[in-house]
């Protein structure tokens, strides 16, 4: 096998749930791995270390001509199978049309008569997390052609320790922070992925950890239309946080590799900062959709706690606003103070 394609064209987070996939893939077979993505994710995958090339997807509402080049470009790269990740129709479509031999996907909707290699895992029932549902796919389609897999380890994503430090500095200097102080990041846009905490919620965290960790530096992160949120926090909070904006993607994905913690929801960010490695704190709706365990991001064992609004087993609860601070405060005190002091 000399060439495979690997399709997650979603959202952020979806995306970097695939990357134990990818570190699969390119650990068990010698062969080149392609992704095909999205605009906004593109910049993130040609971070991965186990993609070796980019095809950027125009999506369903790109223009015509684009959408027939992709086709076309399919079609002569000769792929010797495709991992569909993310399967809809127009994905099932495309993949069919492309005449590429094995074509592997969940078994679920109407879509999969399109793939003739199919793994039934009811992804709606959450039981496991979605990167141990991709992990599953790829496993499955190692197997069928003889391929013993080689498991996954974290982090997934990581810069050289002389470009990390330089980054850290020169950043440092345009935000007024201390380089050598731990750095705790806060993201408090949701990117409408998530029911996700208010701004009076996330400055009360911010307030309460820095009272508990008072070296640590407050760092707001914003992504695209998210800076105002992020102003408001940072000013609520009153602990002088400063908000990092209009970074590049692959700029912000070196501050989240610079922080000592990251708190988000269950959002893209959250993500990146735990294939990173970088312990993270995550909020969760009680949705058996959006639950901790389904969404759970890679940290390593021991680098992740979640929280959800308080509900019994099975409890459809998106209200975020019923999330405690004081008793979130009171959990990541004794499990931050290796990271934050």
């Known amino acids: 096998m000399k060439r495979v394609l690997v399709v997650r064209n979603d959202k952020i987070g979806d995306f970097m749930l695939a990357w134990p996939a990818f570190a699969m893939l390119k650990a068990s077979l010698d062969c080149e791995i392609v992704a095909l993505v999205p605009s906004y994710t593109r910049e993130l995958a040609e971070l991965c270390p186990n993609i070796d090339r980019v095809l950027p997807d125009p999506g369903k509402q790109g223009a015509p001509a684009a959408q027939s080049q992709l086709l076309a470009q399919l079609k002569a790269e000769r792929f010797d199978a495709v991992i569909c990740l993310f399967s809809n129709f127009r994905n099932a479509r495309l993949m069919w049309q492309s005449g590429i031999p094995q074509r592997w996907a969940p078994a679920t909707k ?23 549902y991709n992990l599953d796919l790829v496993r499955a389609f190692l197997h069928h052609n003889g391929v013993a897999p080689v498991e996954p380890v974290s982090p997934y994503l990581s810069f050289e320790a002389t470009e990390l430090a330089s980054f850290r500095t ?18 408090a846009g949701s990117g409408g992925s998530a029911n996700n905490l208010s701004a009076g919620q996330y400055a009360q965290l911010i307030q309460r950890l820095c009272g508990q960790f008072p070296d640590a530096q407050p760092v ?3 992504g695209p239309g998210e800076v105002a949120l992020a102003e408001q926090v940072a000013a609520e909070s009153g602990v002088g946080a400063v908000v990092a904006r ?4 692959p700029a912000f994905c070196r501050l989240l590799a610079c922080g000592s913690l990251f708190v988000a929801g269950s959002t893209g960010p959250l993500h990146i900062a735990a294939a990173l490695d970088v312990p993270t704190v995550g909020f969760f709706p009680l949705r058996r959709s959006a639950t901790p365990l389904r969404w759970r991001p890679l940290n390593s ?3 992740h ?13 998106e209200d975020m606003s019923r999330v405690e601070i004081g008793a979130v405060v009171a959990a990541v005190t ?6 934050l002091s």
């Open 301 to 303: 064992e021991g680098r």
């Open 305 to 317: 706690l979640a929280f959800h609004p308080p509900g019994e087993a099975g409890e459809q609860v």
């Open 170 to 187: 020169s950043l440092s200097a345009a935000l007024g922070l201390a380089a050598e102080r731990p750095w705790l990041l806060v993201h």
């Open 110 to 132: 109407l879509a999969q008569v399109l793939y003739n290699h199919r793994v039934t895992q009811r992804r709606s029932r959450s039981a496991k997390p979605e990167y141990e």
């Open 220 to 222: 707001l992160t914003a």
């Open 334 to 339: 004794p499990w931050a103070r290796t990271f």
């Open 246 to 249: 209009d970074l590049p993607l």
